[in-house]
């Protein structure tokens, strides 16, 4: 019995796997019947994973200076691939042009030899790659000649030719205002202008089909697919790069040579506000300088004597004070409670005038006087300067501007001594660019403009938006104030802290400051371990300002660190190469002298030989002494021309007032000048005086009439 139910057990078990064998067979048949009706379902999904439209980067427009040189540029760069296993590429043209292919690219990149790029392009068509490498970072010259070699020249699909590009971000002018110029990266929060307008500069992506192969690369499959990206647009700024130049060579001088911490200059131009230069420097662990950071737009720092400006003439403005006020300076000390203000000049000076005490930045004076008069309404100080704009950003479209701080009588930190710390630019603060612009009001008769950077967007040469100079303020402050203002900053520079900047071309007004700066690894306290900020900040010329310039130099360590000294050289650096150059702020030249003095008709300065034929088919006597000169100039007689040797100097810019622009053309542009001219005539005036060294690639404009 038991024998006959082990039996049964054993067919049961069988017959159930026929069974569940059955179920599967009859499942893998609906399964392949249902996979039929969906195929094109499931075919869409495959390529989907495998193809997709991905995006391709635009090219990024340019940063231009003012005179149109480049700042900040994208290059294109090259990867080229090959296709070996393109439909269209045969066995047989392969293997009859592969050996002139290999020998080709060795050609042009001779680091490989030829054996070694056909072993590799035959490896490459054996294991049927879609994308083999060829060559990264290739140029445009060298695309172009890759796509005239043997089997490239036939194209993606015929050929198996693939090129994709890739655009590399430079800076021809390396480290030149490279703060201000700034980077977006991946990443990393945008900096400068290249963030502030990076919706300009980006352009549109595009977009292209592309296939995903092995080793997860993302490989061009189809041209006409997806759409082109389009180009970004071109920002012009208002940077000088000659001045700009002059800028940081004369900081990193300055800087190197007190072997200060960092330190910052930036250039406006008055009516404009443009920004004609900005350059920021700080010292790293080797003790060389680079540019970090942009303290001109974000270090907001207690401003010191600069800031005794604004004090006085909020009391001006309130009618407080007048610049023949008295005020005793004592012994150069006086206290306000517990705190004891110091003159740097040891012993005071005595009784003098407010003015004075502004020439001389006498720190009793000023804090004596300011306290005197508001001492009882300090809000009314406060809200004065409020009303200067003084405690307000300037919006300006670079990331990172510091935040002024001219304290309320609200705040937690007010003290009795809050108004003569304040008079003499402590206890508030403000960054280099907030105190440029302030200056900036006073050379430009009490209106304040916002700093530009940029002057232009361009699409392929075409404008699509013009920034117009802005003002914050129309008047800051009354014109009898502003004039007040200027007789102290002139008197500054004539017989103050800043005669050393005193000069007999062209005049100066301004104020130096030192300050010391409280330093964390000293605990906050104003004492003899205090490292100090040297600043000027003044505009030229003074009797009618064309530019205003701040220099502020932090923490110089070789035991001189006056405004005066450390700043001042660098303030001096700068004016002197703008005024140099800046043909339009110089006195009126005298007439030339080589024009007719009788009948005889004169000419324009010019070739010697085409002079001497004109006067000789005229039958008019023409003299010389010694040999014939290649350039001549002409002075006329009752009875002849005397002609006059022009020299022309090799390695200096050459005086071509006088020529015509036909020959002052052939010159300037021989001598590897660049030449803009307008009106017409005779060359008045060209914005390189005559005499300066001679640079390759300069841009000269000449005047004509």
């Known amino acids: 019995m038991e024998q006959k139910q082990i039996i049964f057990s054993r067919v049961y078990l069988i017959y159930g796997m026929i069974c569940l064998f059955a179920v599967i067979i009859v499942f893998q048949t609906l399964k392949l019947q249902l996979s039929i009706f969906e195929g094109d379902k499931w075919r869409a999904k495959e390529e989907s994973l495998t193809r997709n439209l991905r995006e391709i980067e635009a090219i990024r427009g340019n940063i231009y200076a003012a005179d149109e040189s480049l700042l900040a540029t994208s290059i294109p760069k090259y990867e080229v691939r090959f296709d070996a296993n393109t439909d269209a590429l045969t066995d047989t043209y392969f293997n009859d042009n592969v050996d002139s292919l290999a020998y080709q690219l060795s050609r042009l990149f001779p680091e490989k030899p030829k054996s070694e790029y056909l072993t590799e392009l035959k490896m490459a068509r054996a294991g ?40 590399k971000r430079v800076r021809p002018f390396k480290i030149l205002a490279a703060r201000t110029i700034g980077y977006e990266r991946e990443g990393s ?28 690369i993302w490989m061009p499959i189809n041209e006409e697919n997806g759409r082109e990206s389009e180009d970004g647009s071109d920002i012009y700024t208002t940077i000088d790069v000659n001045i700009q130049d002059v800028a940081e060579s004369a900081l990193l001088n300055q800087l190197e040579t007190h072997q200060a911490d960092h330190g910052c200059v930036a250039l406006m131009e008055v009516s404009t506000g443009d920004i004609k230069a900005i350059a920021n420097l700080k010292r790293n662990k080797k003790g060389t300088y680079y540019e970090s950071y942009n303290y001109v737009v974000g270090e907001s720092t ?18 407080y004070l007048d610049l023949d006020d008295m005020v005793d300076t004592e012994n150069g000390t006086t206290k306000f409670y517990d705190l004891t203000m110091r003159d740097s000049h040891i012993g005071g000076y005595g009784k003098i005038s407010i003015k004075e005490s502004f020439i001389k930045s006498s720190n009793v004076g000023i804090s004596k006087e300011i306290n005197r008069v508001y001492s009882a309404k300090p809000q009314e100080f406060v809200d004065r300067l409020y009303k200067m704009d003084l405690n307000k950003k300037l919006g300006i479209e670079i990331a990172g501007e510091g935040s002024p701080l001219i304290k309320s009588t609200d705040n937690e930190y007010w003290s009795g001594v809050s108004i003569p710390m304040m008079s003499i630019g402590y206890e508030v ?28 967007v361009r699409q392929s040469g075409t404008l699509v938006k013009h920034y117009d100079t802005e003002v914050i303020n129309n008047s800051i402050c009354s014109k009898k104030t502003i004039k007040m203002a200027k007789e102290m900053l002139e008197g500054v520079v004539e017989s103050g802290t800043a005669k050393n900047l005193k000069n007999s071309r062209y005049k100066i007004a301004g104020k130096t400051g030192t300050a010391q700066i409280a330093n964390a690894k000293y605990g906050y306290k ?29 923490a110089p360590t070789q035991n001189v660190y006056y405004g005066n000294l450390v700043a001042g050289p660098i303030f001096k650096e700068v004016a002197d190469k703008v005024y140099a150059n800046s043909i339009q702020i110089h006195d009126e030249l005298d007439t030339k002298e080589h024009f007719a003095l009788s009948r005889i008709p004169y000419a324009k ?68 000048m660049r030449v803009r001219f307008t009106g017409n005539g005779v060359v008045k005036t060209q914005s390189i005086l005559p005499g300066e060294k001679l640079i390759k690639g300069e841009k000269i404009t000449l005047e004509l009439v």
Not at 148 to 165: A, D, H, L, N
Not at 542 to 551: E, S
């Open 128 to 167: 049927g790659k879609r994308y083999h490498l060829i060559r990264r970072n290739v140029k445009f010259t060298e695309l172009k000649l890759l796509k005239e070699f043997p089997i490239f020249r036939k194209g993606k699909f015929k050929g198996g030719f693939i090129s994709v590009q890739q655009n």
């Open 526 to 554: 104003y004492d003899s371990k205090v490292s100090h900020q040297a600043s000027f900040v003044g505009y030229f010329p003074a009797d009618n300002p064309k530019y205003t310039c701040i220099v502020v130099v932090n």
């Open 429 to 456: 603060q403000m960054t280099p660019l907030q105190i440029l612009t302030f200056y900036n009001a006073i050379a430009n008769n009490g209106k304040m403009v916002k700093p530009r950077f940029v002057k232009e």
């Open 605 to 672: 300065d010019g070739y010697y030989n085409d002079l001497s034929k004109v006067y000789s088919e005229l039958d008019i006597k023409t003299s010389h002494d010694g040999v014939n000169p290649k350039w001549a100039k002409i002075s006329t007689s009752d009875k002849e021309v005397k002609v006059y040797k022009k020299k022309i100097p090799e390695i200096y810019v050459p005086d071509v007032t006088g020529m015509s622009i036909k020959d002052a053309l052939y010159i300037l542009e021989n001598q590897g």
């Open 302 to 319: 207690e401003p010191g004597s600069t800031f005794k400006l604004a004090s006085l003439m909020a009391a001006f403005e309130d009618g």
């Open 189 to 216: 929060k945008p900096v400068g202008l290249e963030g502030a307008y990076s919706k300009e500069l980006s352009g549109v992506k595009g977009q292209q089909l592309m296939q995903k192969i092995a080793g997860g």
